[in-house]
């Protein structure tokens, strides 16, 4: 299905390119978690926003896990701008294809990330399983719900925040911390492909005690539900999750969208912007620009940076934990759950 | 298949007396048709396999994690695809021999597997079975039996994907088998098992294992629904195209594709003694 939308998305775009006048169209490649945030942006773009010979932007959305977001990119998906959850998806597609330049990150403001997240819990109404901290989720007969590195963005950020808190723990003992981070792994019940899955797994299929997950998804988890049905858990440590936007310039340009390509980018970093990642559930990177009762609800916990050198940066961190028989696999590598 | 190698020698000659012309048109148009959408595309896999180099191949096919893929893939899909056999035979025939009201809607029923998008499927399965659900509670009360997020789930899948294929095969043979045929085993003495085993089985084989190559090949082959409702965990409940869609996720191409080659082998082979055992199962009971 989703081929198909966007193999009728490219036609849209390859018509509009044909007709001078009608609206620019610009695809918009985005990870799981982020369509109402993008609905709700691209709508305030669009109804403000118009080019210099006076036409309207239309933005087509696309959303997936972001790997595999990436991974079509790279295979020839005429996205104009990417969102993906991490940085290194975006260098992946700047590698391989050169479509990116190599110096995306600098383009816009605070290395092309304009909002943050961060991982927290998810648990059910009067948190009977008593989780305050990672270390109760490696505690035996606690059912935990994640989705798998490997084919979710947000699922490295979960993994690498864990890893952060052991290293803590442990101060520094590697095969200490292999172990309680594959103690958490060993209790997942169910390893989705992207972030949404697991939080449908969690709250509609009743699996787990405990869903980790972006704090913007539990958020949209926490308006969605029923009043008190779960309940927003905040690790004592976590990972400040920033995920960043690109424009394709190789598209863009093939499109002829370069500039309206910017300035939808710009618009994120606007007043207006910054103010809807905040309604949203996003951490702007402008708090002044937002609504402070937005921003009441983020609360002020801890977060390590990927940049520290615990990871040094999503190259070192994806060779060490998540390429082929890195750490990751060697969880389920070292023998069977149970 | 001897039947169809003869036939093809006399028919390259010009026209030797067939009632209907355009024997050479057809056999171009199905050779072209075949090649553009089936063979040309299995073709470029083969090829992409075959630049990842034989040590790197042999590398991944025994890798533990894709052994233990393919061995969940292929068992449940051959599992569903028995108990597909055996419940498709007994739901075509009550709907070919009795009459009761509301037969037309279960006829219509068997197809909706057909119609259901996989995953709206898999979702609706994950709920019901669900440790929470309303089966999976049951079943896990009572019988200590967990099928929701386990590799019992994924064989849940593939029967209901791969069932309307053996009630619609199976179908037809039976409308065309009158019930004279029964009555006159009896008149003749038969038991009534005997009768259910020898007169009316064998006639029917040849489209129950059709069946059951359509149920497999299809059960193989499922994502869709399979991946809501496995806890897709690897050893665990991990099905060989879900760990195709990771290895493509890792952008390891030369994986993915060879992973994708060896159960195109494996699914080719099995097909192949299928056919075989067809075949030979024609010959064995008199249905030529």
Same mark, same amino acid.
């Given at each position: 299905m989703r081929r198909w939308t966007i193999l009728s998305l490219?036609? @849209?775009?390859?018509?509009?390119?044909?007709?001078?006048?009608? &609206?620019?169209?610009?695809?918009? /490649?985005? %990870?799981? &978690?982020?369509?109402?945030? %993008?609905?709700?942006?691209?709508?305030?773009?669009?109804?403000? %926003? +118009?080019?210099?010979?006076?036409? +309207? *932007?239309?933005?087509?959305?696309?959303?997936?896990?972001?790997?595999?977001q990436a991974r079509s990119v790279i295979d020839g998906l005429p996205a104009d701008v990417v969102s993906l959850a991490l940085a290194r998806d975006i260098d992946l597609i700047a590698e391989q294809t050169g479509k990116a330049p190599a110096d995306w990150a600098s383009r816009f403001a605070s290395?092309? /990330?304009?909002?943050?997240?961060?991982? *927290?819990?998810?648990? +059910?109404?009067?948190?009977?399983?008593?989780? +305050?901290?990672?270390?109760d989720l490696a505690r035996e007969g606690v059912s935990v719900v994640t989705p798998n590195p490997k084919t979710s963005g947000g699922a490295r950020w979960n993994y690498l925040a864990a890893w952060a808190f052991a290293n803590r723990r442990f101060s520094g003992q590697t095969s200490l911390m292999q172990t309680f981070v594959r103690d958490i792994y060993r209790n997942v019940a169910k390893l989705d492909s992207g972030a949404r899955g697991s939080t449908t797994t969690f709250s509609r299929q009743g699996?787990?005690? *405990?869903?980790?997950?972006?704090?913007?998804?539990? @958020?949209?988890?926490?308006?969605?539900?029923? &009043?008190?049905?779960?309940?927003?858990? %905040? &690790?004592?440590?976590s990972i400040r999750a920033e995920p960043p936007v690109a424009i394709i310039e190789a598209n863009a340009r093939r499109h002829g969208t370069l500039e309206v390509a910017t300035d939808y980018l710009s618009f994120l970093y606007s007043a207006e912007g910054q103010r809807i990642i905040a309604r949203r559930y996003f951490r702007p990177i402008y708090p002044q620009s937002a609504d402070p009762e937005d921003l009441a609800r983020f609360r002020d916990i801890e977060m390590v940076s990927i940049d520290d050198p615990l990871f040094g940066g999503w190259r070192a961190a994806q060779a060490k934990h998540f390429d082929r028989d890195g750490l990751f696999d060697q969880i389920y590598e070292t023998g069977r759950r149970r | 298949m001897s039947g169809k190698a003869s036939l093809i020698a006399p028919g390259l000659k010009p026209r030797a007396g067939r009632v209907l012309p355009g024997f050479g048109i057809s056999l171009g148009y199905t050779l072209a048709y075949l090649s553009l959408i089936v063979l040309i595309p299995l073709g470029a896999l083969g090829l992409e396999a075959a630049s990842i180099g034989w040590d790197a191949f042999w590398d991944i096919a025994t890798d533990r994690r894709v052994a233990a893929a393919l061995q969940l893939s292929f068992g449940a899909a051959i599992l569903?695809?028995? $108990?597909?056999?055996?419940?498709?035979?007994?739901?075509?025939?009550?709907?070919?021999? !009795?009459?009761? #009201?509301?037969?037309?809607?279960?006829?219509?029923? $068997?197809? =909706?597997?057909?119609?259901? #998008?996989?995953?709206?499927?898999?979702?609706? =399965?994950?709920t019901l079975y669900a440790p929470s659900g309303l089966f999976g509670s049951f079943l896990e009360s009572v019988f200590g039996l967990?099928?929701?997020?386990?590799?019992?789930?994924?064989? =849940?899948? =593939?029967?209901? $994907?791969?069932l309307p294929f053996v009630v619609r095969t199976v179908q037809p043979v039976l409308e065309d088998m009158e019930p004279e045929t029964e009555e006159a085993a009896a008149s003749l003495g038969a038991s009534r098992w005997?009768?259910?085993?020898?007169?009316?089985?064998?006639?029917?084989?040849?489209?129950?294992?059709?069946?059951?190559?359509?149920?497999?090949?299809?059960?193989?082959?499922? !994502?869709?629904?399979?991946?809501?409702?496995?806890?897709?965990?690897?050893?665990?409940s991990e099905i060989a195209p879900l760990l195709i869609v990771i290895r493509l996720d890792e952008h390891n191409y030369a994986g993915a594709t060879a992973i994708a080659v060896i159960m195109l082998a494996i699914s080719f082979l099995m097909l192949l003694l299928i056919n075989t055992l067809q075949a030979l199962s024609r010959k064995w009971l008199g249905h030529e």
């Open positions: 490219a036609g @849209f775009i390859l018509c509009a390119c044909g007709g001078a006048s009608g &609206p620019v169209v610009l695809l918009h /490649a985005s %990870y799981d &978690p982020t369509g109402d945030l %993008y609905e709700e942006v691209n709508a305030a773009f669009s109804s403000s %926003y +118009r080019t210099p010979d006076g036409r +309207r *932007v239309d933005i087509g959305m696309s959303h997936g896990g972001s790997g595999k290395n092309s /990330a304009p909002y943050t997240s961060t991982i *927290v819990f998810l648990v +059910r109404s009067g948190n009977p399983k008593a989780i +305050r901290d990672w270390d699996l787990g005690d *405990v869903l980790i997950t972006w704090e913007n998804e539990a @958020f949209h988890l926490l308006a969605e539900s029923g &009043p008190g049905e779960f309940e927003i858990i %905040y &690790p004592s440590l | 569903a695809a028995v $108990v597909n056999m055996i419940f498709g035979v007994i739901i075509a025939w009550v709907l070919v021999r !009795y009459r009761f #009201p509301g037969r037309r809607l279960l006829d219509a029923a $068997v197809d =909706l597997p057909f119609a259901l #998008p996989t995953a709206v499927a898999g979702i609706a =399965l994950a967990r099928v929701g997020f386990t590799a019992t789930g994924v064989v =849940l899948a =593939l029967i209901f $994907v791969g005997r009768t259910a085993t020898r007169v009316i089985l064998p006639a029917l084989a040849p489209a129950m294992l059709t069946g059951f190559a359509l149920s497999l090949a299809r059960g193989v082959g499922e !994502y869709g629904s399979v991946i809501f409702i496995a806890s897709n965990l690897p050893f665990e």
